[in-house]
Antibody, heavy 119, light 108 residues
Framework: EVQLLESGGGLVQPGGSLRLSCAAS????????MSWVRQAPGKGLEWVSA????????YYADSVKGRFTISRDNSKITLYLQMSSLRAEDTAVYYC????????????WGQGTLVTVSS | IVLTQSPATLSVSPGERATLSCRAS??????LAWYQQKPGQAPRLLIY???NRATGIPARFSGSGSGTDFTLTISSLEPEDFAVYYC???????????FGQGTNLEIK
């Protein structure tokens, strides 16, 4: 059974930093691209960042480019999102999502971790 | 690429058919997915590549379309189908994922 378990969310002040983790199980993690998708309270889904199987290719939404860094450790079967210079508009539930193969959609999602940026 | 879903809210009675629309600002070929999201839950993949049902998705869910116009049809609504539905596309160069704004399917 595929499982994705996010952690690391919480309350952070504007301008602060936070690192999210997503522990994967139930599939060959190193064979699949992964993404982070967020959802602000009461709003729709917004793709944040993606990473290819090796970690060499990383991609970002314009709204987070230069502030967020996605990475993965295939030996630890874990996906990360390092977030810095956080703003109030980054407040959201952050989901870890497994890409289909070939890439195009997301076939499994974690339950999400809430990040709140507020003073 | 911008994905525009309509209507924003759709009111349908259980047992009836629901038809949801997603329009792309330019052709996306057949590279379109649909998701269902219930309150407090993560999204669930329903349809990929416009018309292929994901594993475990009931046959009452079907997707159609290509190019710029796509449809998600739920043939006979069950109580558990009332939720928010999103369409999504992945551009290849650069790799960017886009979601529509969602359609809230509510009980009439």
């Amino acid at each position: 059974e595929v499982q994705l378990l996010e952690s690391g969310g919480g309350l952070v002040q504007p301008g602060g930093s936070l690192r999210l983790s997503c522990a994967a199980s139930g599939f060959t993690f190193s064979s699949y691209a992964m993404s982070w998708v967020r959802q602000a309270p009461g709003k729709g889904l917004e793709w944040v960042s993606a990473i290819d199987t090796s970690g060499a290719g990383t991609y970002y939404a314009d709204s987070v480019k230069g502030r967020f860094t996605i990475s993965r450790d295939n030996s630890k079967i874990t996906l990360y999102l390092q977030m810095s210079s956080l703003r109030a508009e980054d407040t959201a539930v952050y989901y870890c999502a497994k890409a289909t193969n070939p890439v195009g959609a997301f076939d499994f999602w974690g339950q999400g971790t809430l990040v709140t940026v507020s003073s | 690429i911008v994905l525009t879903q309509s209507p924003a809210t759709l009111s349908v009675s259980p047992g009836e058919r629901a038809t949801l629309s997603c329009r792309a600002s330019q052709s996306v070929s057949s590279y379109l997915a649909w998701y269902q999201q219930k309150p407090g839950q993560a999204p669930r993949l329903l349809i990929y590549d416009a018309s292929n049902r994901a594993t475990g998705i009931p046959a009452r869910f079907s997707g159609s379309g290509s190019g710029t116009d796509f449809t998600l049809t739920i043939s006979s609504l069950e109580p558990e189908d009332f939720a928010v539905y999103y369409c999504q596309h992945r551009s290849s160069r650069p790799p960017v994922y886009t979601f529509g704004q969602g359609t809230n399917l509510e009980i009439k």
